[in-house]
């Protein structure tokens, strides 16, 4: 979730993809220390880098998980959606019935839709929609919401030393496409609020062809015209260069920032219309929207704002401080994310499910509190970090393991590990939270079919692997250290169990 947003498919060394988000941070308290080995530029002369992002050498494992990846993700988003629109959203009928030879791969192809102009059409309007409102519109909201941070902000300082400037706006774009939308749908009536479900498939060629488009430009562009040659990594590897990406920060001009823009618009914006769409389909098949529908609209759209109000947080993150810019990230946001998080308002779609009161109370409970865990533990980190410790949480002063480092140039690092509040009672309980969230809108689907439940399954995957590869990489770090903070937070994600 918003959380994970980005949560597209990410470093080929966890397999099966990353979620990167907001919430993935260090455990570190203090300011970041970046170390200075040396890499590699086209021409083999070696320069001096940052530790930055993805790999600088790349061995047997990681090509393979990115060739397996390349390969095999677009199948995934293909096979998922193919299942829902000629198959119920059955995932195990189309083998069967291509086992027992009731059906062929080229049947099921004759019977998906191919790209239309209509569907062209509106990907690029949409697109094209989105660039303007993040490239030409200030952002406005800053000046009149409370608490809310936009405008012109500062980034992380990259490898080379260069401090980005973003346009944060994304809250407003959000708020002004979707007052489009509800205008339309309600007085202009331009066209159906089931656009998007009707063009499902279509669009999902249009959202493919934007993918490895932005991807190859992002590749070719980082040889013969990146923004900062010295941000640039290459491992002489064209598969892994091509999916981990080569430039860390690619831009057009000034303001237009790839990383930000893909991460952030047209997929997520996308996602809250997309729930929309799906619910009005369901108005318009069954006359009513159930309550399951209504569920998976208000408890995604909440993550989905999360991210909007927290975009110059997320400018401190992973996906902006240490990522670079390739496949999986470009493709990913464009396809992955909008039609797999999705999959829950699709598959109500076809199965309506009129959840009994108790049930749904619980559910929403169950999201609402999953929520509150993740936000306030990312708050709580937030704070200690920003404050170097000197603040209240759970109106206590915060307790820290006090830790040392010592990164490659030789020199030695303090820094503080917090173990008060949330961080007090597990070491990833914003994972934990996380997890509650997107169980929640899975569990509203019911428990006929296992298509709504892949996104629990892929978060539980995806966020032990990130635990466990975290704390290999900290105890790394801090040594003894770390030994201490682990007896004095012993559970990972669930006190008492793990």
């Known amino acids: 979730m918003g959380r994970s947003f980005r949560r597209t498919l990410g470093p080929p060394q966890q397999i099966a993809g990353q979620l990167s988000g907001p919430h993935e941070q260090d455990l570190m308290a203090s300011k970041s220390q970046h170390n200075t080995p040396k890499t590699k530029s086209p021409n083999g002369k070696a320069e001096s880098q940052g530790q930055w992002g993805r790999a600088w050498e790349v061995d047997w494992f990681s090509l393979a998980s990115v ?23 059955s995932l195990t009928t189309p083998i069967v019935e291509i086992v027992t030879g009731r059906a062929s791969l080229a049947d099921i ?21 989105q660039v303007l409102l993040y490239s030409w519109l200030p952002d406005f909201c800053h000046r009149f919401l409370p608490g809310y941070v936009g405008g012109v902000q500062e980034g992380a300082i990259t490898p080379a030393g260069v401090v980005n400037k973003y346009e944060v706006n994304g809250l407003q774009a959000w708020l002004i496409t979707h007052c489009l939308w509800f205008l339309n749908a309600y007085l202009l009536s331009w066209f159906s609020p089931t656009i998007i479900f009707d063009n499902w498939i279509p669009l999902l060629w249009c959202a493919n062809i934007l993918g490895y488009a932005v991807s190859t430009f992002a590749m070719i562009k980082s040889y ?16 892994y260069n091509y999916m981990m990406g080569i430039e860390f920060n690619p831009r057009i001009g000034k303001w237009f920032d790839f990383k930000l823009f893909f991460n952030g618009r047209p997929g997520i914006v996308a996602w809250t219309l997309i729930n929309l769409s799906f619910a009005a389909k369901q108005q318009e098949l069954y006359g009513h929207v159930t309550n399951s529908m209504i569920l998976v609209n208000v ?45 829950q308002g699709l598959y109500l779609v076809y199965h309506p499910v009129q959840l009994s009161t108790p049930n749904a109370v619980g559910i929403l409970l169950l999201g ?3 929520y509150y865990i993740f936000r306030m533990a990312n708050h709580q980190k937030d704070l200690f970090r920003r404050t170097d410790g000197r603040c209240l949480i759970w109106g206590k002063k915060p307790k820290a393991i006090e830790c040392s480092y010592t ?40 428990g006929s079919h296992l298509l709504p439940y892949f996104y629990i399954i892929y978060m539980t995957i995806l966020l032990i692997h990130r635990c466990l590869r ?24 669930l006190p008492g169990i793990f």
């Not at 095999?72 to 959203?89: E, G, K, L, N």
């Not at 192809?109 to 929609?129: E, G, H």
């Not at 990146?226 to 002489?236: I, L, R, V």
Request: charged share 15%.
């Open 299 to 343: 408890l995604q759209a909440i993550y989905v704002l999360d991210f909007f109000w927290n975009e110059t947080w997320y400018l401190k993150t992973i996906d902006i401080c240490h990522d670079h810019f390739g496949w999986y990230l470009g493709w990913g946001d464009c396809v992955w994310l909008p039609y797999l998080y999705t999959l």
């Open 368 to 370: 609402l509190v999953g």
């Open 224 to 239: 013969l015209f990146p923004t900062n040659a010295e941000d640039c990594k290459f491992t002489g590897n064209f598969f």
């Open 109 to 129: 192809w004759a019977k998906t839709p191919p790209v239309t102009a209509k569907a062209a059409q509106l990907y690029t309007l949409w697109v094209s929609l």
């Open 470 to 493: 975290d704390e290999h990489r900290c105890a790394n770090k801090y040594g003894r250290d770390w030994e201490r903070y682990t007896a004095a937070v012993p559970y990972r994600l």
């Open 407 to 446: 990164s490659a140039d030789g020199q030695k690092h303090h820094s503080k590990l917090l173990v008060s509040g949330f961080w007090g009672v597990a070491r990833h309980l914003n994972y934990t939270g996380d997890l509650m969230g997107s169980l929640a809108y899975c569990l509203a689907c019911g």
């Open 67 to 89: 060739i397996f990846l390349l390969l095999f993700a677009p199948f995934i988003v293909y096979y998922f959606i193919m299942a829902c629109d000629q198959y119920s959203c």
